[in-house]
């Protein structure tokens, strides 16, 4: 999906960027959690603390639209 939606030229920055975001959501999300079970004896405060997050994020991901490249630009007109 990165490449069709960015082009190649980018696609090696943009696949570092997400794979480190992965590395530290799966490095701080444990601690959370555990933070959270230590504190409160239960997960769901966090649980519906993250929940208006999700959803947010849920939202944007459904509006965004894949940004149109010149190739697409140029089929879309009826050109080459």
Same mark, same amino acid.
């Given at each position: 999906?990165?490449?069709? /939606? =960015? #082009?190649?030229?980018? &696609? #090696? $920055?943009?696949?570092? +960027? @997400?794979?480190?975001?992965? !590395?530290? /959501? *799966? @490095?701080?999300?444990? &601690?959370? =959690? /555990?933070?959270?079970? *230590?504190?409160? #004896?239960?997960?769901?405060?966090?649980? =519906?603390?993250? *929940?208006?997050?999700? &959803? !947010? &994020? +849920?939202?944007? %991901?459904?509006?965004?639209?894949?940004?149109?490249?010149?190739?697409? $630009?140029? /089929? %879309? @007109?009826? #050109?080459?």
């Amino acid at each position: 999906v990165w490449g069709e /939606a =960015f #082009g190649q030229t980018e &696609l #090696g $920055r943009i696949q570092g +960027a @997400a794979q480190m975001l992965t !590395v530290v /959501a *799966s @490095a701080t999300g444990p &601690l959370l =959690f /555990a933070k959270c079970f *230590s504190t409160s #004896g239960s997960y769901s405060p966090l649980l =519906f603390g993250l *929940s208006p997050v999700i &959803l !947010v &994020l +849920a939202f944007c %991901a459904y509006r965004t639209r894949m940004p149109l490249r010149e190739k697409s $630009r140029l /089929a %879309a @007109a009826g #050109g080459c």
